[in-house]
C-alpha cells in the first residue's frame, strides 16, 4: 500500500464550479498534511497545510482532515483556468520524520 | 527573501558519466530535501536532511547516489555512473524544522537527461 495515494486524474471541471481533491494515506502516525500545487514545467508551491480535523478555509481553498478516516481533501471553490495544475498531496509522520508526496491529481477547469 | 537556488537548470550527459547538483537553501531553514521527480510522478524523496545530519535516504541509490551537507547550508548531490533512468527532475527543498517543518520551498530544480 503506498503511503500517500491519489487519483492520477485528470479532473475535469467547468470555470466557476468547485474542484474536490482527495488523498488517503496509510500511516495513522501522521500529524502534518500538505497540499502543493505544481504548474507544467515549474516546482511545488505550498498552498495549504493542515494539521487538526475539521476545515481550514484560505480564500477561495478549503482543507479538509479526517485523521480516523486517514483521508484529506482539498476543495477549491469557484474554479478559475488558473487552477488547471497538479495538485500533490503531501505528509509529515512528525516534525523530524520524512515529507512524503503522493502522485498529484492534474486538475483541468475548462472554460 | 532569497528563495531556493539550485544549480545547474539543465543538464545532458551521456550514461556511465557522473554529474553534480549544488542546493542553496533558503537562510535560517536547518531542513534540505532532495527529490526526483520523473515526468507524470509526484516527488520521490531521495535525501532529507536536518542541519548536516541525515533524517532519511532511505530512497537513495546508495550505489550511485551521493549527497552531502556541509556545514548544515549548502548541499550537493551526486551520481556516478549515471543511467538513462536517472533521467529527471531533482528538486530541492527547504523549510524550518517544529511546526515549520514540511511548509517547504523548492528550488527550480535541476533537469537532467542521459543519453
Known amino acids: 500500500q503506498k503511503e500517500v495515494e491519489q487519483n492520477s486524474g485528470p479532473l475535469s471541471v467547468p470555470e466557476g464550479a468547485i474542484a474536490s481533491l482527495n488523498c488517503t494515506y496509510s500511516?495513522?502516525?501522521?500529524?502534518?498534511f500538505f497540499w502543493y500545487r505544481q504548474y507544467s514545467g515549474k516546482s511545488p508551491e505550498l498552498i495549504m497545510s493542515?494539521?487538526?480535523?475539521g476545515d481550514k478555509e484560505d480564500g477561495r481553498f478549503t482543507a479538509q482532515l479526517n485523521k480516523a478516516s486517514q483521508y484529506v481533501s482539498l476543495l477549491i471553490r469557484d474554479s478559475q483556468p488558473s487552477d488547471s495544475a497538479t495538485y500533490l498531496c503531501a505528509l509529515h509522520t512528525g516534525t523530524a520524520s520524512k515529507l512524503t508526496f503522493g502522485t498529484g491529481t492534474r486538475l483541468q477547469v475548462t472554460l | 527573501e532569497a528563495g531556493v537556488a539550485q544549480s545547474p537548470r539543465y543538464k545532458i550527459i551521456e550514461k556511465r558519466q557522473s554529474v553534480a547538483f549544488w542546493c542553496n537553501p533558503i537562510?535560517?531553514?536547518?531542513?534540505l530535501y532532495w527529490y526526483q521527480q520523473i515526468l507524470g510522478q509526484g516527488p520521490k524523496l531521495l535525501i532529507q536532511f536536518q542541519n548536516n545530519g541525515v533524517v532519511d535516504d532511505s530512497q537513495l541509490p546508495k550505489d550511485r547516489f551521493s549527497a552531502e551537507r556541509l556545514k548544515g547550508v549548502d548541499s550537493t548531490l551526486k551520481i556516478q555512473p549515471a543511467k538513462l533512468e536517472d533521467s529527471a527532475v531533482y528538486l530541492c527543498a527547504s523549510s524550518l524544522t517544529g511546526q515549520g517543518a514540511g511548509e517547504a520551498f523548492f528550488g527550480q530544480g535541476t533537469r537532467l537527461t542521459v543519453v
Open positions: 500511516d495513522r502516525g501522521s500529524q502534518s
Open positions: 493542515i494539521y487538526s480535523n
Open positions: 537562510s535560517g531553514h536547518a531542513t
